[in-house]
């Protein structure tokens, strides 16, 4: 199972740090997906098994940071310089294989919503 949690609203140009809670198994490489109202779910963000390799949506290059912490089996986002257009519901995901694709991830969490104010 996993556990998403951090989201909450925030202004313009704040922070907000997404964590990510495996229990269960040991997991492979994380994604962080999300998708705004009426919209499809898209890619924000993958990180490898041991860390290594990083990937980043266009989008939230520069802003935002994966990172994990094997020893707690947890995944993180570091949201920064947020904008209204990053508010969405923010799912984690992990799976075998290092991908940008969300149909190569088997496990998801229940997502999280994340707000941001203008």
């Known amino acids: 199972q996993l556990q998403a949690s951090g989201g909450g609203l925030a202004q313009a140009g704040g922070s907000l740090r997404l964590s990510c809670a495996a229990s269960g198994r040991a997991f492979g490489s994380m994604g962080w997906f999300r998708q705004a109202p009426g919209k499809e779910q898209d890619f924000v963000a993958a990180i490898t098994w041991s860390g290594d390799s990083t990937a980043y949506a266009d989008s939230v290059k520069g802003r935002f940071t994966i990172s994990r912490d094997n020893a707690k089996n947890t995944g993180y986002l570091q949201m920064n310089s947020l904008k209204p257009e990053d508010t969405a519901v923010y799912y984690c995901?992990?799976?075998?294989?290092?991908?940008?694709?969300?149909?190569?991830?088997?496990?998801w969490g229940q997502g999280t919503q994340v707000t941001v104010s203008s």
């Open positions: 995901a992990v799976g075998y294989y290092y991908s940008l694709l969300r149909h190569d991830y088997n496990y």
